[in-house]
Nanobody, 115 residues
């Protein structure tokens, strides 16, 4: 059974930092691309950051220079380090594990940036 579980969300002040974790099991983790999406109320889900199995990364323009995605294949976990957070980063963040037609989602973790 495949499980994808996000953690690390919470309430943070503008300019603060959070680190999200995405732990996956039931798959050959190292060959899956892992993507972080977010969805704010009333908005479409958007891709925030992605990392391939061999470590290539890609970021949305809105988070470049502030967010860093990384993976630890030994721990079957991907991290999203979020710095200099802005109120517009407030959203539910979802982890997605994808390889060809295999596509698995977590339940999401809420990030709220507010003073």
């Amino acid at each position: 059974q495949v499980q994808v579980v996000e953690s690390g969300g919470g309430l943070v002040q503008p300019g603060g930092s959070l680190r999200l974790s995405c732990a996956a099991s039931g798959i050959i983790f190292s060959i899956y691309a892992i993507n972080w999406y977010r969805q704010a109320p009333g908005k479409q889900r958007e891709l925030v950051a992605a990392i391939t199995g061999d470590g290539n990364t890609n970021y949305a323009d809105s988070v470049k220079g502030r967010f860093t995605i990384s993976r630890d294949n030994a721990k079957t976990t991907v991290y999203l380090q979020m710095n200099s957070l802005k109120p517009e980063d407030t959203a539910a963040y979802y982890c997605n594990a994808r390889r060809f037609s295999n596509n698995y989602w977590g339940q999401g973790t809420q990030v709220t940036v507010s003073s």
